[in-house]
């Protein structure tokens, strides 16, 4: 379960933006992990996305900080 609070154009493809995370991020864990190369994908096709409107930067980042177990 990870959570990433971006800033992104309001342009940019939300889709887009998670494939090219997802991409990178196997790309790196395979490098460091070889064993993960057995596995034919890492991520779920799940995600969920969502803007932060008018709250504040700081309250997303309280809110994420509070997230780890």
Do not use: C, M
């Not at 969920?48 to 900080?65: C, H, L, P, R, W």
């Amino acid at each position: 379960h990870v959570h990433l609070f971006l800033d992104v154009r309001p342009t940019d493809d939300p889709a887009s933006v998670i494939r090219k995370i997802r991409s990178r991020a196997s790309h790196h864990l395979r490098k460091e992990f070889p064993e993960l190369l057995k596995l034919p994908t890492l991520w779920t096709p799940s995600y969920f996305v969502s803007t932060a409107g008018s709250i504040s930067t700081e309250t997303v980042k309280n809110y994420i900080a509070q997230q780890r177990s």
